[in-house]
């Protein structure tokens, strides 16, 4: 009985509304609110809005060029000529130091050689790579306070907090969360650089240019 009641309700009150005579009405537009010409739009000028406006990168599937094209794109929007407030240079935002211990002494050289700075991509993630192997054996395939720890989420979050950073992070179980200086996580990394394939990386210990 009370479902036969819910299903005839609104076909009785339809019928209701109906019997009052309820009619559509027209609705007369304010001269001042009518549209008499094309509206001109002006495109920003600021630069910084620009630089600071996010767009999707392409998709470039999920091997290692996707991987680091979208990692580009998360640090510096794909410019091999940036250099952020605290320093880091080019396409990747690497640090002097990181850039030392892969041989590359001279930032301005470095910042303006963009064959050079995906060198000096490829031959960091081997090394991290040989850094984390044990940390990629053990934890690939975890989930980790919501996160299922991947091989190449490892990966991204040594690049954004180094290699030793990272291993504090899997062995406390992610309850060390560490941050970059702009408030980017480690496990912000995780999550967004996960389910890449680059096995075509090698681990290689203390790899140079």
Request: charged share 20%.
């Amino acid at each position: 009985m009370r479902r036969w009641i819910l299903i005839c309700c609104p076909l009785i009150m339809m019928f209701i509304l109906s019997g009052f005579g309820f009619k559509p009405f027209k609705v007369e537009v304010p001269e001042l609110l009518k549209v008499k010409e094309p509206t001109l739009v002006s495109f920003p000028q600021n630069e910084s809005f620009l630089f600071n406006y996010q767009i999707a990168p392409p998709f470039l599937g999920s091997q290692y060029i996707g991987f680091k094209e979208a990692l580009a794109f998360k640090e510096s929007q794909g410019n091999y000529f940036a250099t952020n407030s605290y320093g880091y240079l080019g396409k990747y935002q690497f640090g002097l130091g990181t850039l030392e211990l892969v041989g590359v002494y001279n930032g301005n050289h470095f910042l303006n050689d963009p064959v050079l700075q995906e060198k000096v991509f490829k031959v960091n993630i081997s090394r991290n790579k040989w850094i984390l192997r044990k940390d990629i054996k053990r934890y690939v395939g975890v989930h980790m306070r919501g996160i299922e720890i991947t091989e190449s989420g490892i990966l991204a979050a040594a690049h954004l907090a180094g290699p030793g950073n990272v291993k504090i992070y899997l062995r406390s179980q992610g309850r060390m969360e560490i941050m970059d200086g702009y408030g980017t996580s480690i496990s912000h990394y995780m999550k967004k650089f996960s389910g890449y394939d680059i096995s075509m990386i090698l681990p290689k210990r203390n790899p140079r240019i």
